[in-house]
């Protein structure tokens, strides 16, 4: 068994900072991509930052210059530290990883529990 637990999310004022983490445990062979995805209330999840294991990232325009996602492979966890936060930020936040496991042998995608972020004006 795998899981992906998500933590730091909560209330900010705009402008403010957040920093989320999202650790994996279990049977984990490897870890290859992870990500943050968000879905904001009557909207579709999207994209927000994936990171490769060799520290390669990629940003939604809405994240660049603000956010910045991070990792510790010795952890198994990811990070998403976000500044400059905006009210259109408010959504719940999911992390993602590609992950290999012992048990199998192959790759599977994995969902944390998601973590809510409210930002107020």
């Known amino acids: 068994q795998v899981q992906l637990v998500e933590s730091g999310g909560g209330l900010v004022q705009a402008g403010g900072s957040l920093r989320l983490s999202c650790a994996a445990s279990?049977?984990?062979?490897?870890?290859?991509?992870m990500g943050w995805y968000r879905r904001a209330p009557g909207k579709q999840r999207e994209l927000v930052a994936t990171i490769t294991s060799s520290a390669n990232t990629n940003y939604a325009d809405a994240a660049k210059g603000r956010f910045t996602i991070s990792r510790d492979n010795a952890k198994n966890t990811v990070y998403l530290q976000m500044n400059s936060l905006k009210p259109e930020d408010t959504a719940i936040y999911y992390c993602?990883?590609?992950?290999?496991?012992?048990?199998?042998?192959?790759?599977?995608?994995?969902w944390g529990q998601g973590t809510q972020v409210t930002v107020s004006t």
């Open positions: 993602n990883a590609r992950i290999r496991t012992t048990t199998t042998g192959f790759e599977y995608v994995y």
């Open positions: 279990g049977s984990i062979a490897s870890i290859n991509a």
